[in-house]
């Protein structure tokens, strides 16, 4: 009820009037009302508000003033039947309308993600092949880096290598024949070194141009791995020239003879 009547705060007063009229009110007795009197009583006609029209209002019709009343009445509730039947399928095409408007901004939201998403995909491939290039160009760079090392490091063991054999040549004598003579032939050769503090790592390099032919023979029949220190150098000769140890107390008796 109070949504209708609400609705007929909205009513000017002539359209008051014309309800109650075509309700049967007198419309010289209804003038006199108020507009709330009036909202009142098309309530009561309209079936919202319980009651009847006062006699007061009501105006005393013949039977054919009541009969053309109850056809306008009929042809009022037709018209507002159809006029509640209009609003309802406005309401309703309102209703598929913006339902439409949502099913369509959920499909243009759809493909904007679907979008993005390739987007994305379409970046974060890119991103992957920038890295896969720079990765390469780094390594590339690092491959060039290495062999410039390496480059560096085989000049300057070159040119090591070549200030020591310079002074070596001059001061390391040939290793003897007699393979008893070796114990004595390498603590010489260790005291040279260690005099002219030659580093570790050319003392292999340095002392090869002065072994014997046999020491040679034996070294290439050596793995790498044996060989790549004066110290494994040094086991290594003393071993495949099998040197007792009676070998080892004759040379030195006979270097103490020497020496005196």
């Not at 309800?19 to 098309?42: F, P, Y």
Request: charged letters at 40%; proline letters at 3%.
């Amino acid at each position: 009820m109070e949504e209708e009547k609400e609705k007929l705060k909205h009513y000017s007063t002539d359209a008051l009037l014309g309800v109650l009229v075509r309700a049967g009110a007198d419309v010289d007795t209804i003038v006199t009302l108020d507009k709330e009197e009036l909202i009142d009583l098309c309530l009561v006609v309209r079936g919202f508000k319980e009651g009847s029209l006062p006699k007061k209002v009501v105006k005393e019709m013949t039977m054919v003033e009541m009969m053309q009343m109850m056809m306008l009445r009929e042809e009022q509730m037709k018209r507002e039947h159809m006029e509640r039947e209009e609003k309802q399928s406005e309401r309703d095409e309102q209703k598929e309308e913006k339902q439409r408007d949502r099913e369509e901004l959920m499909k243009r939201e759809m493909m904007d993600r679907e979008e993005r998403m390739r987007k994305e995909q379409r970046e974060w491939q890119k991103q992957m092949i920038d890295r896969q290039v720079t990765g390469q160009e780094m390594v590339k760079e690092e491959a060039v880096r290495e062999r410039e090392r390496k480059t560096r490091e085989e000049e300057s063991a070159g040119t090591r290598i070549k200030k020591f054999g310079d002074i070596m040549k001059n001061v390391l004598p040939k290793m003897p024949v007699e393979d008893v003579e070796l114990p004595l032939y390498l603590e010489s050769v260790e005291a040279m070194f260690d005099l002219y503090r030659v580093p570790d790592d050319l003392k292999c390099a340095l002392l090869m141009p002065f072994l014997s032919e046999k020491a040679k023979k034996l070294i290439r029949r050596l793995p790498a791995n044996q060989m790549d220190t004066y110290v494994k150098l040094k086991a290594a000769l003393l071993r495949e020239f099998r040197l007792t140890p009676q070998q080892y107390r004759a040379q030195f008796v006979k270097a103490e003879k020497v020496g005196t």
